[in-house]
């Protein structure tokens, strides 16, 4: 089935220790986006990709970085990883242009920060 | 800015029942989409119901419809014959008009448990 795979569901890294969480695409999108969701709070978008075109969050802080090496991948980057990081981050892609479509969300990969 | 709001933490429904979930939301436009998204414990996200702010018919998909009030900023989610399996987690968003879909801004959501 087509859909939006995130790699790894859990991950623990220490503080200050970068860390990339990585997402994956089989439904051609030329859209995908990193959203943070944090315990009881409504997911935050950081920042998306429009095919190669970055597009960040004006209050994204600078520690987040994300690369889109081709289609079908999407990685999230953070640079020194604080407490306050520690969240769900959830990758979700759509279509933009002819045949838009809504989002298609990923599992999300629940980042602890020790 | 926009801004969307859900003011029920939570909630709970016995199975086969009816069951309304509010939104509200801010916007100075006139053309956008909103949507009711659905996160199960522990899986993805999943698109409920989308409704297109320049469509004044409510949307409508099997037991899930909304009731939009434009004029009042309002988006209820009300759901029938509520099944167990429709526990989760109920998030309002509100996307602009000719962006991306998934450019979303999202309400804090609503818990939803059904009962059995």
């Known amino acids: 089935d087509a859909m939006v795979i995130q790699n790894p569901r859990y991950q623990v890294t220490q503080f200050g220790k970068p860390v990339t969480l990585s997402c994956s695409q089989t439904?051609?999108?030329?859209?995908m986006y990193w959203y943070q969701q944090k315990s009881s709070q409504a997911p935050k978008l950081l920042f998306h990709?429009?095919?190669?075109?970055?597009?960040n969050e004006a209050d994204t802080p600078d520690n987040f970085q994300s690369r889109r090496p081709n289609t079908s991948f999407c990685f999230l980057d953070i640079r020194s990883p604080g407490l306050g990081d520690a969240a769900m981050y959830l990758c979700?892609?759509?279509?933009?242009?002819?045949?838009?479509?809504?989002?298609?969300f990923g599992q999300g990969t629940r980042l602890t920060v020790v | 800015a926009q801004t969307v709001t859900q003011s029920q933490p939570e909630m709970s429904v016995q199975e086969a029942e009816t069951v309304t979930l509010s939104c509200t939301y801010d916007?100075?436009?006139?053309?956008?989409?909103l949507f009711w998204y659905k996160q199960p414990p522990s899986r993805q996200m999943i698109l409920v119901i989308r409704?297109?702010?320049?469509?004044?018919q409510n949307a409508t998909e099997n037991r899930f419809s909304v009731n939009f009030q434009k004029a009042a900023k309002s988006f209820s989610l009300k759901i029938s014959d509520s099944q167990l399996g429709d526990t989760a987690m109920y998030f309002c968003?509100?996307?602009?008009?000719?962006?991306?879909?998934?450019?979303?801004?999202f309400g804090k959501g609503t818990k939803l448990s059904v009962k059995p």
């Open positions: 916007t100075s436009e006139n053309n956008y989409y």
């Open positions: 990709y429009y095919d190669k075109d970055f597009n």
């Open positions: 409704q297109e702010a320049y469509k004044q």
């Open positions: 968003a509100f996307s602009r008009y000719g962006g991306s879909q998934g450019n979303l801004i």
């Open positions: 979700a892609t759509s279509r933009k242009g002819n045949r838009a479509t809504e989002a298609f």
């Open positions: 439904l051609n999108h030329n859209v």
